[in-house]
């Protein structure tokens, strides 16, 4: 009898922790729409988050990185900026949006790589969007892949769903 109340729990407790999940889901996709708006080139004005970014820059990276750096190996990064030359991007200029993000965020991604076929790296660079989505009944995860016109295949979309047992 309490194994069973504790089973009830369980599934309240799930329940409600999926709700949850699809109203931050709901909250996340503005940014994620005007994320793929500025990718495409669709939105080129985006001054406004430029002083933030460039204020939490170097924190971020050194929480992704988890390397917290000394004085000397800050003093060192210091002196060789004195000689650093920056790359020249000025061929981007004439390029709407970020076109390579996708196939960026893929190939820095190991757990996508690990699934991805050497034939199939080629057509990465052709990928414009990304976007997951999931259903609770039934329980489905789609990802829906979207491509530039290209050389390996016709369709603009290919899309992926896997479908989960009850249990």
């Given at each position: 009898?309490?194994?069973?109340?504790?089973?009830?729990?369980n599934?309240?407790?799930?329940?409600?922790?999926?709700?949850?999940?699809?109203?931050?889901?709901?909250?996340?996709?503005?940014l994620?729409?005007k994320?793929?708006?500025?990718?495409?080139?669709?939105?080129?004005?985006?001054?406004?988050?430029?002083?933030?970014?460039?204020?939490?820059q170097?924190?971020?990276?050194?929480?992704?990185?988890?390397?917290?750096?000394?004085?000397?190996?800050?003093?060192e990064?210091?002196?060789?900026?004195?000689?650093h030359v920056?790359?020249?991007?000025?061929?981007?200029?004439?390029?709407?949006?970020?076109?390579?993000?996708w196939?960026k965020?893929?190939?820095?991604?190991?757990?996508m790589?690990q699934?991805?076929?050497?034939?199939?790296?080629?057509?990465l660079?052709y990928?414009?969007?990304?976007?997951?989505s999931?259903?609770?009944?039934?329980?489905?995860?789609?990802?829906?892949?979207?491509?530039?016109?290209?050389?390996?295949?016709?369709?603009?979309?290919l899309?992926?769903?896997?479908?989960?047992?009850?249990?």
């Amino acid at each position: 009898m309490l194994s069973d109340e504790r089973s009830k729990i369980n599934d309240e407790f799930e329940k409600e922790v999926k709700a949850l999940e699809a109203r931050f889901m709901d909250k996340k996709k503005p940014l994620l729409l005007k994320r793929n708006d500025i990718v495409l080139g669709k939105i080129t004005d985006f001054v406004e988050y430029v002083p933030k970014y460039e204020k939490t820059q170097k924190e971020n990276e050194e929480i992704v990185t988890g390397v917290v750096k000394s004085e000397k190996d800050k003093a060192e990064d210091e002196e060789e900026l004195k000689t650093h030359v920056p790359t020249d991007v000025t061929h981007l200029k004439t390029v709407a949006g970020i076109p390579d993000f996708w196939e960026k965020a893929i190939r820095n991604n190991q757990m996508m790589m690990q699934t991805i076929r050497e034939k199939d790296a080629d057509t990465l660079q052709y990928i414009t969007n990304v976007e997951a989505s999931e259903t609770q009944e039934p329980r489905t995860v789609t990802v829906k892949i979207s491509f530039k016109e290209n050389e390996y295949f016709t369709n603009q979309h290919l899309e992926l769903m896997v479908r989960f047992k009850d249990d």
